[in-house]
């Protein structure tokens, strides 16, 4: 599938300020309060600004959800066309440690997820031991798994950035649409799941969530088509 975000490949009009978190044994330590004032930088108009004022609310919910310890930066880029909330986080965890917890991880099912942005608060914290986990990332809905995790992987060579791997919502999406069309016993779990996805703030604000890897970083990029420029 072609991406169409060749627009935030290249230099924003506006980088706001970058917002520093840490997260240690549980403990988040970040100034979420400063957000709004970085967010103001970008200069959006009204609407535009309080619904990325709601992803980064979202964002900061979804960053509570996972458990390993982690040190991210987070800021927002505008665009002509879109505006970016923007994530990096990376872990200090030596191969030993990834090792073990991946481990533990592969031998539960990933069942608890909570909610749509409880999935990318799993893709993060798996993808910050390795990625190439995320796609067994699944759940379970009504005693019948959905693998999200691979219905939202997408490796091919027009995708945003440098990155070397990547899940995208809108994949996703794709994904489950033509699992709904599929008249399987299996269907009402992809149901489900798209009702999840109907109900969630940010996937029906953003235009996509990316999440990808490059190097030992995980990076995501939440992409908001600006309807008031």
Not at 176 to 186: A, C, F, G, H, K
Not at 195 to 219: N, P, R
Request: hydrophobic share 40%.
């Amino acid at each position: 599938m072609s991406k169409k975000y060749k627009e935030i490949e290249g230099e924003p009009i506006v980088t706001s300020q970058k917002l520093v978190i840490n997260c240690k044994d549980n403990v988040m330590k970040a100034d979420f309060e400063k957000a709004s004032d970085f967010l103001k930088e970008c200069n959006l108009k009204h609407k535009d600004n309080l619904q990325m004022e709601l992803l980064f609310e979202e964002t900061a919910l979804m960053l509570g959800q996972i458990t390993k310890d982690f040190s991210a930066l987070l800021w927002f880029e505008k665009f002509e066309n879109y505006c970016c909330l923007k994530l990096t986080a990376k872990t200090e965890m030596n191969y030993e440690k990834k090792e073990e917890l991946i481990s533990v991880s592969s031998s539960k099912q990933n069942a608890l997820a909570k909610g749509f942005m409880g999935k990318i608060a799993d893709i993060i914290e798996t993808g910050l031991m390795d990625f190439d986990y995320v796609a067994r990332l699944q759940q379970e809905y009504g005693g019948t798994n959905v693998g999200f995790g691979s219905m939202g992987i997408y490796d091919g060579f027009d995708g945003v950035g440098n990155l070397s791997a990547a899940w995208y919502l809108s994949d996703y999406k794709d994904s489950l649409n033509e699992e709904i069309e599929d008249p399987s016993p299996e269907n009402d779990a992809n149901l489900k799941a798209w009702d999840e996805l109907e109900k969630s703030i940010v996937a029906s604000i953003a235009e996509d969530v990316i999440v990808g890897t490059k190097s030992d970083v995980i990076e995501m990029t939440i992409v908001k088509a600006l309807k008031n420029v």
